[in-house]
């Protein structure tokens, strides 16, 4: 699968996350204390932007309704089971890329 550049690594602090977009998917991209991560950008729930959600940790809580996602799996930490799709992100000097 290519790597596509979705952001450079000075765009995001730790703590912060942004939506992205790569070959037309909408994304999150996250900063975990300089580590990258990237889901999904669209809630399971009712399709809240979770780029634009609050980072905690490794957590991320999606603006519209509060669920919460594990950012390094895509886990949903509500009761269900539910999940949004990861992708491995890859630092390449300051651009950050992600497989898709």
Do not use: R
């Amino acid at each position: 699968m290519p790597l596509i550049k979705i952001a450079t690594t000075t765009e995001l602090n730790p703590g912060q996350g942004k939506p992205v977009v790569a070959n037309g998917k909408p994304l999150a991209l996250f900063n975990v204390a300089g580590t990258f991560f990237c889901i999904d950008n669209t809630c399971c729930h009712v399709g809240g932007p979770l780029g634009e959600g609050s980072l905690e940790g490794t957590t991320v809580v999606c603006p519209w309704h509060g669920w919460e996602f594990n950012v390094t799996t895509g886990e949903c930490l509500m009761p269900g089971g539910a999940k949004v799709q990861s992708y491995k992100v890859e630092v390449q000097g300051k651009d950050v890329l992600v497989e898709i």
